[in-house]
């Protein structure tokens, strides 16, 4: 289940029964949307000699993108963490892991840039991509659910810009009737639903006249929320 491909008719038809299901996952899900200016506060050029040993060469934009996954998993992990707590991450297999060789530094990279946030010991980090999903395809179901929620944001503030009505910037009104994908509309309300034991958190970091702000907000789709 992929955001990407979901102008598949069959794939959205399912949608609504799998955000069902993502629901009852007992967990956090958290979205983090970078404006484009905002970018350069989070993000590094690529460097091959580092704290911990050297690097092959990256093509910038990949590495960019990594660096920025970086300090907001350092700072996610912080928040969260307990002492002694074990790690697993799993990626879609994109740029940022896109071979062994690649897969390998940006594990080592991650792992710096958490343990440099972290205050606490941290138990055993391991960074996997889907490729390792044994074929039941448990792994792609889970790794679907925040790039479902990726992808839907995306569109959401990209395309559904704030609704006049709404007073308030921690809130994101999208209308029922607007003519939006069908997807937008779907994921935009799976958003807005609180009453399940997958909470969501939304994070903007946002950028104007040279001024960096951070912000939560939630998606809502009834108007008597506002």
């Not at 740029?95 to 062994?100: F, K, L, Q, T, V």
């Amino acid at each position: 289940m992929s955001y990407k491909r979901l102008n598949d008719k069959v794939r959205l038809k399912s949608l609504p029964n799998y955000l069902e299901a993502a629901d009852q996952l007992e967990g956090l899900l958290i979205n983090f949307a970078v404006d484009k200016n905002a970018t350069h506060r989070l993000s590094e050029e690529p460097w091959t000699e580092t704290a911990f040993g050297r690097i092959g060469l990256w093509a910038p934009r990949a590495f960019r993108k990594l660096t920025v996954i970086g300090h907001l998993a350092g700072i996610l992990v912080e928040g969260v963490r307990a002492d002694g707590q074990n790690l697993l991450w799993i990626t879609d297999e994109d740029d940022i892991a896109p071979n062994p060789d690649k897969h390998a530094e940006a594990t080592r990279l991650l792992a710096h840039y958490i343990s440099s946030y972290c205050t606490g010991p941290l138990g055993h980090f391991r960074f996997g991509t889907t490729a390792s999903d044994p074929g039941d395809l448990h792994i792609e179901d889970l790794a679907a659910v925040p790039d479902l929620a990726a992808g839907g944001l995306n569109d959401i503030l990209t395309e559904v810009f704030p609704h006049p009505q709404s007073q308030s910037v921690e809130r994101l009104f999208v209308p029922v009737g607007v003519q939006t994908p069908a997807k937008v509309g779907l994921v935009a309300g799976w958003l807005a639903r609180v009453a399940s034991p997958l909470a969501k958190i939304n994070i903007v970091v946002d950028e104007r006249a040279g001024l960096c702000s951070v912000r939560r907000f939630a998606v809502v789709t009834n108007l008597t929320e506002l």
